[in-house]
């Protein structure tokens, strides 16, 4: 039912948690289902654009209609895959919940159980957002948020940090916002600060108005 108003237009969408593993049995991952970053693929192809859907593990069937679909498990594989993907994309929408941190080190044998409490030191993850910020020229680059606080003013450093086109803030605090819903209540941040509020909306509908947007930027750019 959509309009093909896509068609030539080429995108990376990045979807799911990732997966930071500890020792043979155990990880740390995040809440995200793949629910938003699947739905912005699936209304994509059907309108008519070349879609890479680069995913964490989640539930999901990976739409039939999109041109690749590549398979990760760690932040750092999410980094390497829309890396090598980046040239031959024109835009790319960062849906995944990516994870900041990773165990300092992989144990190859399961960590036994001990006296006390155990700690597990952590390293900091690429944030894939701002490297591909930094090379991107003139691809346009889309970014999530999920706060609980201070939604708006994190969601403005963000675009700055990332070099970002806009950005989407999940509302984590209403319900029907976030994390494994059908629906999403979203905010969405300009780069020159200003913002608009959606009221709740399926999470296809919520692909609709951030492909709308991109689709904007994209005409602008091959009219100049
Ligand atoms: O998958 P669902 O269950 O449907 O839930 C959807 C969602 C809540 C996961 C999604 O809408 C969402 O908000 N995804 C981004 C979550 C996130 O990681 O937000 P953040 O504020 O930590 O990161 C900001 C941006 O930087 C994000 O675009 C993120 O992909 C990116 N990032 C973050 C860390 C990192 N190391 N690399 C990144 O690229």
New binding site residues.
């Given amino acids: 039912q959509y309009e093909k108003d896509l068609v030539g237009r080429k995108i990376i969408i990045?979807?799911?948690p990732t997966i930071e593993s500890i020792d043979p049995v155990r990880y740390l991952t995040n809440r995200?289902?793949?629910?938003?970053?699947y739905a912005i693929a699936r209304v994509a192809a059907a309108r008519g654009a070349e879609v890479t859907l680069i995913s964490g593990k989640t539930n999901i069937k990976p739409p039939v209609n999109i041109k690749k679909f590549i398979n990760i498990t760690s932040?750092e594989d999410m980094y390497q895959a829309v890396v090598s993907n980046l040239d031959e994309n024109d835009v790319v929408i960062?849906?995944?919940?990516?994870a900041?941190y990773k165990p300092k080190e992989y144990s190859d044998k399961k960590i036994k159980k001990k006296d006390g409490d155990l700690v597990i030191e952590l390293d900091r993850?690429?944030?894939?957002?701002y490297e591909i910020g930094k090379i991107k020229k003139d691809k346009i680059l889309v970014?999530?948020?999920?706060?609980t606080n201070d939604i708006i003013e994190n969601a403005k450093g963000?675009i700055a940090k990332?070099n970002m086109d806009f950005i989407v803030a999940?509302n984590l605090k209403e319900s029907g916002a976030?994390?494994?819903t059908d629906t999403?209540v979203v905010s969405i941040i300009e780069k020159d600060g200003s913002m608009k509020k959606y009221p709740m909306m399926t999470?296809e509908e919520v692909a609709s108005v951030i492909l709308d947007k991109i689709k904007v930027l994209l005409d602008e750019k091959s009219s100049l």
């Fill in positions: 990045t979807a799911g995200s289902s793949g629910k938003m970053g932040a960062k849906s995944a919940a990516v900041d993850n690429k944030d894939i957002a970014g999530f948020a999920a706060e963000k990332k999940n976030g994390f494994g999403n999470k």
